[in-house]
C-alpha cells in the first residue's frame, strides 16, 4: 500500500495550494480519505475527511469555508484544495486512508508565510 502526497509548497498569506494524494494497493472507493496536519511541536490534528462514495465530508473549524476536500475514485486520488491561507496554516500535510486497516502517507509540507 502506498498514500503519496504532492502539491505542497512555500506560498504567501492569502494564497492558494492544492495537494494530491496518489492511493495503490487499496480498493480506493471503499476507503474513508481524510487530510491531517502537524505543525512543528504540535499533534497531528485533523483537517478534513471524505467517506466513500463522497456521500458527505467534514472539515475542522479552523479550516471550514477554505479548504475543500475532493477524491476521484477513476484515479485513486483524493485532493485538498486550500484557500486563503493562513501562517498558522503551515505544517506537514498527510494523507490518511482508513477501512479496515489504517494506512498513512509520508506528508507533504506546506509553508505560508510572508
Known amino acids: 500500500v502506498q498514500l503519496v502526497e504532492s502539491g505542497g509548497g512555500l506560498v504567501q498569506p492569502g494564497g492558494s495550494l492544492r495537494l494530491s494524494c496518489a492511493a495503490s494497493?487499496?480498493?480506493?472507493?471503499?476507503?474513508?480519505m481524510s487530510w491531517y496536519r502537524q505543525a512543528p511541536g504540535k499533534e497531528r490534528e485533523l483537517v478534513a475527511v471524505?467517506?466513500?462514495?463522497?456521500?458527505?465530508?467534514h472539515y475542522a473549524d479552523p479550516v471550514k469555508g477554505r479548504f475543500t476536500i475532493s477524491r476521484d475514485d477513476a484515479k485513486n486520488t483524493v485532493y485538498l484544495q486550500m484557500n486563503s491561507l493562513k501562517i498558522e496554516d503551515t505544517a506537514m500535510y498527510y494523507c490518511?486512508?482508513?477501512?479496515?486497516?489504517?494506512?498513512w502517507g509520508q506528508g507533504t509540507q506546506v509553508t505560508v508565510s510572508s
Open positions: 471524505i467517506y466513500s462514495g463522497s456521500v458527505s465530508t
Open positions: 490518511n486512508a482508513v477501512l479496515w486497516n489504517t494506512y
Open positions: 494497493g487499496i480498493t480506493f472507493s471503499s476507503y474513508a
